[in-house]
C-alpha cells in the first residue's frame, strides 16, 4: 500500500465510524442462539484437538480404535491448506476421518446433550463411543445428533466422523466438481458444539421436523415508526416422566440495556411432550433497522418453573423491520419507498490457504470491508453461508438474499429432489430470524428443473415462515417464473440481447449477478477478471467496467438508471475464488483472497454516499489517486472520489490541477475523476537528480459545498529498504480459541514507508509466541511470493492468550536487501468453553503438521492414466455448462 494520508473535515466527518474503534469483539452465535448467564444451559467449544486422517479406514468409528498416529488438527477444518491458485480441482475429494477425545464436566450429568456441527461438507457419519448417531447429506447446513445416552461419565469419550466430500448427484448441489463454478472444499469446516440443557428447553429448529416451527421463531408485523407487533413462537420439550408447570418469559432490550417490552405466558407441558407457545409483543416507538441504521434489540427468554427459577433460556438478537416489493412502485422498507437502488455482491466464503474453513472473524472481516466499501445486499453464491457471517449481516447493515444449494444440475431420482425440499426447510428454519434476510432463493441456480419444483419451493418457504415480509425469488428465464413475485434478470438500458424482454407490471426485479463479461464459456478471458499482480492498467480497466464503459453493459451506472420496479443488482463477484471446472480461479473480485483491495474496491467507494451516517461501517467522503508514479505509469491520472470537487495538486512546476466532477445527465455522480496528461517521470527524475525527492508526490482533494472534506497523497517508491508489516483484521481482537486466525500483511517499503508495487522477493516468515503460521513451502505460503508490493500470510492463535511475535525477511538476504520486519501482537482469551483432551493438543507440536501420502508410487502412475481420461470426459462436461450458461443468458 502506498503512503496513504486520508483527513476528514468539517461536519461530514464529525461522526465516529465503528472502523475507528480498537479491540472490537464481534459476538457470535452458538448453535443458533447467544448464551444466557444462569440459564442451566451452557455450550462448549469442540473445536480444539481433533485427530485427523485423510484417506478411508476401516473400524476408525470404533472406541478403541488407535488414532495416536493421526495429525491433530483444529476445526473450522478443510482437509488440507491450498495454494492461492487452487482452481481446476486442485483440492481432495474423498473419505476423511476425525476423532475427538473428551471427559465431560461431571455437571452436566443428567442434563441433555446435543452435538451441533454448523456443516460438515458432503456426505456424513456420526459416532459417539462406536455407537452411530447420525447420518447427513447436505454440506452446509447443521448436523445435530442427540448424544445423552451414550456418553461415558467415567472415561474417555470418543466423537467419530466420517466425511466424504466426492461427487455424488444423489444428494445437491449434485454436480461434478469438474464441472462446477465452485469447489467442494470438504471436512468439518465450520464450528462444532456441545449444547448442554436441562431436560424442559427450547428445542432447536434444525434438529425437530417441525414446519413453521420447531426453537424460536420471531416475526415482525404492523410496523411502523410509532408501533410494531413482535410475534415470537417458542417450541418447548419435556423429557421429564411427569408434568411440568411453568412460564415462559420474554424480555425486548434496548441497545442501552433498558428492558422496553416484558411478557410472559404461562407453561403447562405434559411429561415426554413438546408444544409450541405464542405470544405477541408489542413495541412502542421502535428502532427499526435498515443497513445505514442496523439497530438489534436483544430478545431474553426464560423457562422458570413453579419456584421462579430459571431452567432454560438464551437471547437472540431481532431487528425490527418490514419489507414489501410493490412491482412498479418497488422495494419499500419500513413502510417507505427505499430511496436508490440496491447495490450488492455475491459471495462465495472461500479463503486463501483455508479453502472453506474460515474462522467466525474471518466472516465478520468480509461482511466489514463490503459494507464499508458501500455494499447494501449480499447474495449467498450459491449456498447457505456460515452463521457468523449472517450475524455479522444483522449487526453491519447487509440485506442477505439465501441460497439453496445448487449449480446447473437436476436429477430425475426421487430422493434429489426430496433432499432439496430439506435443504430448503432447515435454511428457513436455520436463518429465518435475521433482521438481515431480505429474500429466499429456493430453486437451483441456472437449472432446468421440472415446472412443478419452482411452485414447490416456494410453498415450502412460505409453509415454514407464513408471516409478512417472507420474498422468493427467482430467474426470469427459468421455468417457474410466474410463481414468484420478484425476478432476476439485466435491466434495458440499449439493445442487449441478454436484458429482460418483457416486463411484468405485478412483478419486482433484480440482477443476481452482472459485471461478468467473458469472451467465451469456456476460456474465461475477461476485462473483468484481474489479478492484482497484473498492476495499475488491468486494475484501472476493471473498474472502469464496472462503473461505466464505454459499451453497454450491466454495471453500476445501468443499474442507477433503471426505474423503481428494477432495486438493483448484486456483483460477480466480491472476492477472487477458486473453481472447480477451470483452471484459473476467478480473478474478477474487488479483492483477491486475502481480501486484499483492488482499485475497482475504491471504485465502489467512491459511489457510496458521501454523508456519514452510518456508524456500523466506514462511509463518508473519500478520494483516492489509482496511481503508483512508476516509470511505468499511465500520464493520465484516475482518481476516485464520491465528493462534489476534485482537485489534484502535482510535483509538475509546481502547477495546480482543479477538476470538477461531472454529473451523468439524471444527476448521478461519476466517481471516475481523470486528469490527462498529468504524470511524466521525467520530471520526476528531474528533481530526483537535483536531491529533491521530497517535492516529488501527488495529492487529491476532495471538496463538498467547497468545503475540503478528504485527502490523498501519494509519492513514489524509492528504493526497497525495509519490510513493512500490519494486520488486517478490521479492528478486531484475535481470540485465543485454537482456531481464529488473522492476516498479517508485509510490504516492501523505501525507508518513507511507500510500498515498492513493482517487486520480485520472496518473504520467508517465522512467528514466535502463541500462534503458528498456517500453510508451508509447499503450497508456497511461506515463503511467500511478493504480488503487487505485499506478501499476506495467516497466523492462528493458540488456546493460550498471550503475546505474538511476526518476523519477516527477504529469502536471500544480503547487506544490501531489505531490513526484517517485526510486528508484535496479542490474541485474548476466548470467551466460550473449550471442551478438549489436553493430551491430544500435546501432540500436535510432535506430529507432523499434515497426514503422510498414502498413494504409492505405483498408484500414482495409474491415477495419471486416470486423469487423462477425465479430461477427455470433462470436455464433453463442459460443452453443457457452456450451453446451459447462454442459455440463462449469463452477461452478468
Request: with cysteine.
Amino acid at each position: 500500500m502506498k503512503k496513504i494520508r486520508i483527513v476528514l473535515f468539517g461536519v461530514v466527518g464529525l461522526l465516529v465510524s465503528m472502523a475507528s474503534l480498537a479491540n472490537y469483539t464481534p459476538e457470535f452465535s452458538t448453535a443458533g442462539f447467544f448464551q444466557l448467564k444462569d440459564s442451566g444451559r451452557e455450550v462448549y467449544s469442540m473445536n480444539v484437538a481433533w485427530r485427523f486422517y485423510k484417506g478411508a479406514v476401516e473400524g476408525a468409528e470404533a472406541s478403541d480404535f488407535n488414532d495416536s498416529q493421526w495429525a491433530v488438527v483444529a476445526l473450522p477444518h478443510g482437509i488440507e491448506y491450498l495454494p492461492t491458485e487452487a482452481s481446476g480441482c486442485v483440492n481432495y475429494q474423498g473419505e476423511v476421518w476425525y476423532r475427538k477425545h473428551f471427559e465431560p464436566d461431571h455437571t452436566l450429568k443428567g442434563k441433555k446433550l446435543f452435538l451441533h456441527f454448523e456443516a460438515i461438507m458432503g456426505k456424513s457419519k456420526v459416532w459417539i463411543n462406536g455407537q452411530l448417531v447420525k447420518e447427513h447429506f447436505s454440506g452446509f447446513l447443521p448436523v445435530i445428533a442427540d448424544v445423552t445416552p451414550y456418553i461415558n461419565w467415567d472415561g474417555d469419550n470418543v466423537i467419530a466422523v466420517l466425511a466424504d466430500n466426492s461427487n455424488d448427484p444423489l444428494y445437491p448441489p449434485g454436480k461434478p466438481q469438474e464441472t462446477l463454478d465452485f469447489a467442494y472444499f470438504g471436512g468439518i469446516y465450520r464450528d462444532c458444539w456441545l449444547v448442554a440443557h436441562n431436560n424442559i428447553y427450547i428445542t432447536n429448529p434444525n434438529y425437530e421436523d417441525e414446519i413453521a416451527g420447531g426453537g424460536l421463531l420471531v416475526a415482525s408485523d404492523k410496523v411502523s415508526e410509532f408501533s410494531a407487533e413482535v410475534t415470537v413462537k417458542a417450541h418447548l420439550r419435556n423429557e421429564l416422566k411427569r408434568s411440568f408447570r411453568g412460564v415462559i418469559e420474554y424480555e425486548l432490550i434496548n441497545n442501552k440495556g433498558e428492558v422496553v417490552v416484558r411478557s410472559e405466558s404461562a407453561l403447562r407441558l405434559k411429561a415426554q411432550k413438546a408444544q409450541h407457545v405464542t405470544n405477541k409483543l408489542t413495541v412502542d416507538k421502535p428502532n427499526l433497522w435498515s443497513p445505514d441504521s442496523p439497530y438489534l434489540y436483544r430478545l431474553v427468554v426464560r423457562v422458570k418453573d413453579e419456584n421462579n427459577q430459571m431452567v432454560d433460556g438464551y437471547r437472540r438478537r431481532i431487528g425490527i423491520r418490514s419489507i414489501e416489493f410493490k412491482g412498479q412502485d418497488g422495494f419499500w422498507l419500513n413502510g417507505k419507498p427505499y430511496p436508490q437502488p440496491l447495490i450488492g455482491a455475491n459471495r462465495h466464503q472461500d479463503f486463501a490457504v483455508l479453502g472453506n474453513a474460515l474462522p467466525n472473524s474471518l466472516h465478520w472481516r468480509d461482511a466489514k470491508k463490503l459494507r464499508d466499501v458501500g455494499l447494501k445486499v449480499i447474495r449467498n453464491a450459491h449456498y447457505p453461508q456460515d452463521p457468523a457471517f449472517m450475524d455479522a449481516c444483522d449487526e453491519l447493515g447487509l440485506f442477505v438474499i439465501v441460497n439453496t444449494p445448487g449449480w446447473q444440475f437436476w436429477n430425475d431420482e426421487p430422493i434429489f429432489e426430496q433432499r432439496v425440499y430439506s435443504d430448503i426447510r432447515n435454511m428457513v428454519r436455520r436463518d429465518r430470524n435475521h433482521a438481515s434476510i431480505w429474500l429466499w432463493e429456493p430453486i437451483l441456480n441456472e437449472t432446468w428443473y421440472p415446472d412443478y419444483f419452482a411452485k414447490n419451493t416456494r410453498a415450502i418457504v412460505e409453509s415454514e415462515f407464513p408471516y409478512p415480509g417472507c420474498y422468493c425469488a427467482c430467474d426470469a428465464e427459468a421455468k417457474g417464473n410466474e410463481h414468484f413475485d420478484i425476478l432476476f434478470g439485466h435491466p434495458s438500458t440499449g439493445d442487449q440481447n441478454w436484458a429482460l424482454k418483457h416486463i411484468d407490471p405485478n412483478k419486482t426485479y433484480f440482477t443476481r449477478e452482472w459485471g461478468d463479461n467473458v469472451d467465451d464459456w469456456n476460456s474465461h478471458n475477461s476485462p473483468s477478471r484481474v489479478n492484482k499482480s497484473w498492476g495499475e492498467q488491468a486494475m484501472l480497466i476493471q473498474a472502469k467496467h464496472y462503473a461505466k464503459p464505454d459499451y453497454q453493459y450491466t454495471c453500476y451506472d445501468a443499474l442507477y438508471r433503471t426505474s423503481r420496479q428494477h432495486v438493483g443488482g448484486a456483483l460477480w463477484h466480491s472476492f477472487d475464488h477458486q473453481r472447480g471446472y477451470h483452471p484459473d480461479p476467478f480473478y474478477g473480485g474487488i479483492m483477491d483472497v486475502f481480501r486484499q483491495p483492488k482499485y475497482s474496491y475504491e471504485l465502489f467507494k467512491a459511489q457510496r454516499s458521501p454523508i456519514q451516517t452510518d456508524l456500523m461501517a466506514e462511509t463518508g467522503p473519500t478520494v483516492f489517486i489509482a496511481h503508483e508514479m512508476t516509470p511505468f505509469s499511465s500520464p493520465d491520472i484516475t482518481v476516485y472520489s464520491n465528493c462534489d470537487e476534485v482537485r489534484l495538486q502535482v510535483f509538475k512546476e509546481g502547477k495546480q490541477y482543479v477538476y470538477k466532477r461531472e454529473k451523468t445527465e439524471n444527476g448521478i455522480p461519476n466517481p471516475i475523476v481523470v486528469f490527462s496528461g498529468v504524470y511524466d517521470f521525467m520530471a520526476d527524475k528531474a528533481l530526483s537528480r537535483k536531491r529533491k525527492q521530497e517535492e516529488v508526490f501527488m495529492q487529491a482533494d476532495g471538496y463538498i459545498n467547497g468545503e475540503k472534506v478528504a485527502t490523498h497523497r501519494i509519492e513514489p517508491a524509492r528504493r526497497p529498504e525495509k519490510l513493512v508489516l500490519w494486520l488486517d483484521d478490521e479492528g478486531t481482537e484475535l481470540l485465543a480459541d485454537g482456531s481464529d486466525c488473522v492476516t498479517v500483511v508485509a510490504g516492501v517499503a523505501d525507508k518513507n514507508g511507500n510500498i515498492k508495487r513493482l517487486n520480485n522477493y520472496f518473504i520467508r516468515f517465522t512467528v514466535e509466541g502463541e500462534g503458528t503460521l498456517l500453510g508451508d513451502e509447499s503450497i508456497m505460503a511461506n515463503p511467500r511470493p511478493v504480488n503487487w508490493g505485499t506478501a499476506p500470510v495467516l497466523v492462528q492463535a493458540t488456546t493460550q492468550p498471550g503475546e505474538i511475535k511476526v518476523t519477516a525477511s527477504v529469502l536471500f538476504e544480503g547487506s544490501q536487501t531489505p531490513i526484517r520486519g517485526e510486528l508484535t501482537f496479542s490474541s485474548v482469551g476466548a470467551s466460550n468453553h473449550l471442551l478438549f483432551n489436553i493430551s491430544e493438543l500435546a501432540d500436535k507440536a510432535r506430529n507432523a503438521a499434515s497426514t503422510p501420502s498414502q498413494i504409492t508410487k505405483s498408484d500414482q502412475e495409474l491415477l495419471k492414466e486416470v486423469e487423462a481420461l477425465k479430461r477427455e470426459l470433462n470436455d464433453l462436461k463442459l460443452k453443457e455448462v457452456e450451453r446451459q450458461q447462454e442459455a440463462f443468458g449469463e452477461k452478468k
